[in-house]
């Protein structure tokens, strides 16, 4: 839940994945979609 609320984290029918904000903040690319 914390995560969720700095924004890293996003809720989806799959379950639970990392946004665009936390893929930047840890300075890794994104793959996939």
């Known amino acids: 839940p914390y995560?969720?609320?700095l924004g890293?984290?996003?809720r989806t029918?799959?379950?639970r994945v990392a946004?665009?904000?936390a893929?930047?903040?840890l300075g890794?690319?994104?793959t996939g979609k």
């Open 19 to 21: 946004t665009k904000l």
């Open 13 to 15: 029918p799959r379950g």
């Open 3 to 5: 995560l969720m609320q």
């Open 28 to 30: 890794i690319s994104q």
């Open 8 to 10: 890293f984290l996003g």
């Open 23 to 25: 893929y930047e903040h």
